[in-house]
């Protein structure tokens, strides 16, 4: 049997994306395995739900870096290569990387935005999306660049907008895509990767 890609996924708060990802790792054909689950800050609540699955959770905590961010990546860096990691997942990772990071893993980390791509990166992306009388709103996961929410598009899924939605409402109806979408692009990334 040909292992599975060791994936790391990068979390800083709830981590329902991770929680997704570690389900579908848990089927025995999936491609991948999550290895680890790391987070910037030790309140992030995805911690306690990676070790409550039996997967190492790791805080590299930002704090003591202060404004260091790329001594704070070269940190992230040792730990994921002690562990012989493949594949980054960032799932809610609310910190944006230096080159440091983005150089070292280049076409190997992944991300996941609750937008159609190129339409609103960065952050409120729900609320402008609203603002704007946008029809149509959706989830992109794509490769990691330099350029924040910028790298080559893995794939996307779409949701309507309806009336009467609010941010809470539209979060909740792009969320349940991004669960199944990010699996789903995650595996099809780890075969490629194989082949
Ligand atoms: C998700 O909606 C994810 O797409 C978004 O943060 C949320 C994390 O939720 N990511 C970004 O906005 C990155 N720019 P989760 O912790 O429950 O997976």
């Given at each position: 049997m040909t292992s599975k890609t060791k994936v790391a996924v990068f979390i800083s708060g709830r981590g329902s994306n991770m929680e997704a990802l570690v389900r579908a790792a848990q089927?025995?054909?999936?491609?991948?395995?999550?290895?680890l689950v790391l987070a910037n800050?030790?309140?992030?609540?995805g911690l306690a739900t990676a070790q409550a699955a039996g997967i190492e959770a790791l805080c590299v905590d930002q704090k003591p870096f202060g404004k260091d961010r790329e001594a704070h990546e070269r940190a992230i860096d040792g730990a994921l290569r002690e562990r012989g990691i493949q594949v980054i997942a960032l799932a809610g990772y609310m910190r944006i990387l230096t080159p440091f990071l983005v150089d070292a893993w280049e076409g190997r980390m992944l991300n996941i935005h609750?937008?159609?791509?190129?339409?609103?990166?960065?952050?409120?992306t729900h609320s402008r999306a609203l603002t704007a009388g946008e029809t149509e709103a959706g989830c992109t996961v794509h490769l990691v660049t330099a350029?924040?929410?910028?790298?080559?598009?893995?794939g996307q899924a779409r949701v309507p907008i309806l009336p009467g939605d609010d941010e809470h409402a539209l979060s909740t109806r792009v969320l349940e895509q991004e669960h199944r979408l990010y699996p789903e692009t995650l595996a099809t990334f780890c075969r490629a990767l194989r082949s």
């Open positions: 089927t025995p054909d999936c491609p991948f395995e999550i290895a800050k030790p309140e992030a609540g609750p937008s159609l791509l190129p339409a609103y990166p960065s952050l409120d350029g924040v929410d910028e790298g080559p598009i893995l």
